[in-house]
């Protein structure tokens, strides 16, 4: 890096600190040449590991660079921490060290961009506060190797503090994933009592810090302290580096572009509560980027993945159709008005400069494979409108109440059971009568906030997608599921064109609280109807918490889905319940 340019990111990030802006990178830059000089006085040698409260992380690794993060805890204006990156996790080679300076407007975090490494390493971090004679846990990462043959990778998403232990982080601090992709709801928004709160949650001390709802930039630094004091989330950032992006919730629930349904006018500005949430985000989740509001970017991991992390979330997505706007007098469903705007052209989740960029990523990689990290599923979760019906009715009750009765549960299972009789049918060319067709053929999208609500630009997607090898992830539903992505060609012929693995939560509820299912066999039964109603779905798990770790080589990818058997208890046990291979 040229002094010329490290002079422009000081003025921007001194520039925007003086106006209250927010910062364009929050990220310390350090090149071979150009490290802050350690400090002159020799490092004490009795140290102690105080003040550094929420741990230490890395992220967004390359052949040739890491972030390093922690953050300390000071009442002081503002205090200067030494770093050092060894090839020895007792620091005897130290390959790069410096010093930098962090203040309360950065809420005395500390992310250094260490550049200029070499490929292929196994490195150990920690920083060092000289005048507290004070030291930081020993952290772990890498560099990826310049050419691979096998990459694994863990996913996660929706990791919810009051709904339990995060047990689920530390399977994945102990897996042999290379690196973990976090896909979003890192942190949720929610005040106490709200969304999250269970029967476990004051008993395990997970209640809300803060308690109330987050809106001002106090509030969002708050929960991320919380979170970050988790010791089960301090390990796995110790032990791996994460790659991440934000979904709904680092916000508020349901963010598009200007707005979110869980942000009412008498919340101030959501413009200002935004900036607020990406800024806490940026302090305390560093990302490659020099905006901290553009978070899409990509990693070539070893010339075998071309990982491209998508933000369908913040930076363009136009906001969600909801079947409320287009319910009839009687109850019935304005159609032609649904298909309209739901195909509409100008619809759009990315946003036409990130769907450019995006499009650009796929047609320029030579890797072997394209691996799309993003939020939201993809694939088509087509159910019939009865059905749909059947589950929006179950959820007002639910909401209501509290609970589902069993007239309503009974009818719903039975509704299930007759559609899926009928569907096994069709499969097995049984001929059907009219009536019944046209009850598993008149189908709906059960998610509009996921490309399901998004239909003409995902065929713009998956036609970018035919001829490469594709593999998409998603989180966000709190359920695990494993879909083809599947298109009709220009011959009128359905063919898959990527597949989708998506990821359960790391503790927030799945469908057997939304829907109030209970027992295993209720559960068994639901999973194996929804399977069989959604055409291009292979696997569903509606009730357990875990994530997915999928295994790279040059012929496949093996995603094997993860589970542990509690969030409400520090005793638990981890099982591998499916191995699902998608070859080239």
Same mark, same amino acid.
């Given at each position: 890096?040229?002094q010329?340019?490290? !002079?422009?990111?000081?003025f921007?990030?001194?520039s ?41 992380? $890395? ?19 503002? *205090? ?5 990156? !060894?090839?020895?996790?007792n ?14 407007? =950065? ?5 250094v ?21 004070t *030291? ?22 929706? !990791? ?7 047990n689920?982080?530390?399977e ?48 969002? &630094? ?15 950032? #110790?032990?791996?580096?994460f ?5 709904d ?9 200007n ?5 009412q ?21 560093a990302? =490659?980027?020099?905006?901290?509001a ?20 913040? @930076? ?5 159709? /909801? ?31 990130? &769907? ?5 990523e796929?047609? !320029?990689s ?26 929006? $009715? ?10 589902? $009765?069993?007239g ?13 009789? @009928?569907?096994?049918? #069709? #499969? ?11 009850? @598993?053929?008149? *189908?709906?999208?059960? +998610? ?31 359920? %695990? ?8 060609? %220009? ?21 057997? +609280? ?6 295993a ?6 999973? #194996? ?13 509606? /009730? ?19 589970? *542990?058997?509690?969030?409400? /208890? ?12 998608? %070859?080239i």
């Amino acid at each position: 890096m040229n002094q010329k340019t490290n !002079s422009r990111r000081e003025f921007i990030y001194r520039s925007l600190l003086a106006t209250g802006g927010v910062m364009l990178s929050a990220n310390f830059i350090s090149c071979k040449n150009d490290d802050d000089t350690a400090p002159s006085g020799s490092i004490p040698e009795d140290l102690t590991e105080n003040n550094f409260d929420y741990g230490v992380a $890395s992220f967004d690794p390359t052949s040739s660079q890491v972030i390093i993060w922690t953050r300390y805890t000071t009442e002081a204006s503002s *205090v200067a921490i030494t770093w050092q990156i !060894s090839t020895d996790e007792n620091f005897e080679d130290i390959l790069r060290s410096g010093e930098v300076t962090t203040t309360a407007d =950065r809420d005395y975090t500390i992310a250094v961009e260490v550049q200029e490494l070499d490929p292929s390493q196994k490195l150990y971090y920690r920083f060092i506060q000289i005048d507290d004679e004070t *030291v930081s846990p020993v952290g772990e990462t890498i560099t990826f190797p310049e050419n691979a043959s096998e990459v694994t990778i863990a996913i996660c998403s929706c !990791s919810n503090f009051p709904a339990g232990l995060f047990n689920v982080y530390k399977e994945m601090a102990n897996s042999n994933a290379d690196v973990i992709v976090h896909l979003g709801d890192y942190i949720y928004e929610y005040g106490e009592g709200e969304y999250g709160t269970n029967d476990y949650t004051t008993a395990l001390g997970r209640t809300h810090s803060p308690s109330n709802e987050l809106l001002e930039l106090t509030d969002y &630094r708050t929960r991320y302290k919380q979170y970050r004091s988790d010791s089960n989330l301090q390990l796995a950032h #110790q032990k791996k580096p994460f790659i991440c992006v934000w979904d709904d919730h680092e916000v508020a629930n349901d963010t598009y572009q200007n707005g979110a349904e869980n942000h009412q006018s008498d919340e101030g500005s959501f413009d200002n509560r935004k900036a607020a949430a990406i800024q806490a985000y940026s302090e305390y989740i560093a990302v =490659r980027t020099e905006d901290a509001a553009k978070i899409y970017r990509s990693f070539n991991i070893g010339n075998l993945i071309n990982l491209i992390m998508l933000d369908t979330r913040i @930076i363009g997505r136009d906001k969600q159709l /909801s079947y409320y706007d287009y319910l009839n007098a009687d109850g019935s469903i304005n159609a032609a008005g649904f298909q309209s705007d739901l195909y509409d052209t100008n619809r759009t989740v990315l946003g036409t400069e990130q &769907r450019a960029w995006f499009l650009n990523e796929l047609s !320029s990689s030579a890797t072997t494979w394209q691996v799309v990290g993003q939020q939201v599923l993809m694939g088509k979760m087509l159910i019939p409108m009865e059905l749909l019906l059947a589950m929006n $009715s179950m959820l007002v009750e639910l909401e209501t109440y509290g609970s589902v $009765s069993d007239g309503t549960f009974s009818a719903f299972t039975t509704l299930m059971t007759e559609l899926v009789t @009928i569907k096994l049918k #069709q #499969q097995n060319g049984i001929p059907l009568t009219t009536e019944e067709t046209t009850r @598993i053929e008149t *189908v709906a999208p059960y +998610n509009l906030d996921a490309w399901d609500g998004y239909a003409y630009e995902r065929e713009v997607i998956l036609s970018a997608f035919e001829g490469k090898n594709v593999v998409c992830l998603a989180g966000d539903t709190h359920n %695990s599921w494993a879909t083809a992505l599947t298109r009709v060609d %220009s011959s009128g012929n359905k063919i898959q064109v990527a597949q989708e693995f998506a990821t359960t939560s790391v503790s927030s509820p799945g469908f057997e +609280n939304y829907l109030g299912l209970a027992g295993a066999e209720v559960i068994a039964g639901f999973e #194996q109807a929804i399977t069989a109603l959604i055409d291009d779905l292979s696997y569903v798990d509606a /009730s357990q918490r875990g994530f997915v770790k999928i295994t790279f080589t040059t012929s496949d990818a093996t995603a094997e889905y993860i589970y *542990v058997d509690s969030v409400f /208890s520090e005793s638990y046990t981890p099982t591998t319940e499916n191995q699902i291979p998608y %070859s080239i």
